[in-house]
């Protein structure tokens, strides 16, 4: 079965993409949202190659602070470790200076808001609204056998952004090495996966429903061919 887009069809010259300014640029920011599993790296690179934009992990940024060694970074560590969540602010920044240093002005935000604290805190901090959330919708149970890397999932996405509609075939391979930090037994790490799906339902899809009340998503029902 191919992708389902639950989406309207294409966004018309007609519709307000919303630009907002950022230093002394205009920056036009997607946020890209999903459960663990859903493919969002993986349809974030065939956007940045098809649509021109950058790419923006919330997480690749806080692990390459805490890389860095410097003052910040190492609070960010700490924190990790001693199991605290890492503060909105402290997250924002860094999205803020890595879309302040690129020079393209098109950002695709994986990952982040998580949480409806995140994104109040990102919309009051940055004064930014996203041109719309793009939500990758991917059954608990096609998340599990992807992330366990049972088999190769086939898929077409369609893309749809500023009035263009591409169709993309992507072939993804997800390999075991994913459950490396799990505890080996096959029940413990879907145990650990749905405990993520869980925290994904509770935590994001408040998100989801708040931009869906302004008419801001574009989901994306992605299933794999049948076996």
Do not use: W
């Not at 999205?95 to 109040?120: H, S, W, Y």
């Not at 041109?131 to 919708?137: D, G, R, Y």
Request: some cysteine; aromatic content about 8%; charged content about 25%.
């Amino acid at each position: 079965m191919g992708t389902v887009v639950d989406a309207p069809a294409v966004v018309t010259e007609k519709e307000v993409v919303a630009e907002n300014m950022l230093g002394d640029k205009k920056v036009t920011v997607v946020f890209v949202l999903g459960g663990p599993g859903s493919g969002k790296g993986t349809q974030c690179s065939n956007i940045v190659e098809h649509f021109g934009f950058t790419h923006l992990s919330a997480g690749d940024l806080l692990r390459a602070e805490i890389k860095s060694g410097s003052e910040n970074g190492t609070m960010i560590e700490n924190m990790i470790k001693e199991g605290k969540i890492v503060p909105s602010e402290v997250t924002i920044k860094l999205l803020q200076q890595a879309m302040i240093k690129n020079e393209n002005d098109k950002f695709l935000i994986d990952g982040f808001p998580r949480n409806e604290e995140n994104r109040a805190a990102f919309e009051n901090v940055t004064k930014i609204s996203p041109a719309f959330v793009l939500f990758f919708n991917c059954s608990e149970e096609e998340m599990e056998r992807r992330l366990l890397g049972r088999n190769e999932v086939s898929f077409f996405t369609y893309v749809l952004m500023f009035g263009l509609c591409v169709l993309i075939k992507t072939t993804i391979f997800v390999f075991p090495t994913i459950c490396i930090v799990l505890q080996g037994r096959v029940d413990d790490n879907i145990e650990t996966i749905r405990k993520r799906f869980k925290v994904f339902v509770e935590s994001s899809l408040p998100v989801i429903e708040y931009y869906d009340a302004k008419d801001k998503v574009k989901k994306v029902l992605l299933h794999s061919h049948n076996d």
